[in-house]
């Protein structure tokens, strides 16, 4: 019974986070994206999130924000899988 509890619990937490993360990894991922002023950014694309010099102050903060919240995204959503409250 406990064991049930627990994983209620737990995909109780884990779905409000990956909710709460992912609205906040939106929200990193705009800023950094609306702060890019390299001069070769359109060339860069993809690599783009890896080269700071590419970014203003404010996009560089939002780009380092954006690593965290993805990487607790993740985790959450592993919690759902393992949890089986998400099948394939």
């Known amino acids: 019974m406990n064991v049930e509890i627990f994983r209620y619990v737990a995909v109780v937490v884990a779905s409000i986070g990956a909710l709460v993360f992912t609205v906040k990894a ?3 991922m705009y800023n950094a994206v609306a702060n890019v002023t390299g001069k070769y950014s359109g060339f860069f694309g993809a690599f783009l999130l890896f080269m700071p010099s590419q970014f203003n102050k ?3 903060n939002h780009r380092t924000a954006l ?3 993805l990487l607790i995204v993740m985790a959450c959503w592993l919690i759902l899988f393992l949890t089986g409250a998400i099948e394939n």
Do not use: D, L, M
Request: proline letters at 11%.
């Open 26 to 28: 939106i929200y990193h």
């Open 58 to 60: 404010e996009g560089n």
């Open 67 to 69: 690593g965290p919240s």
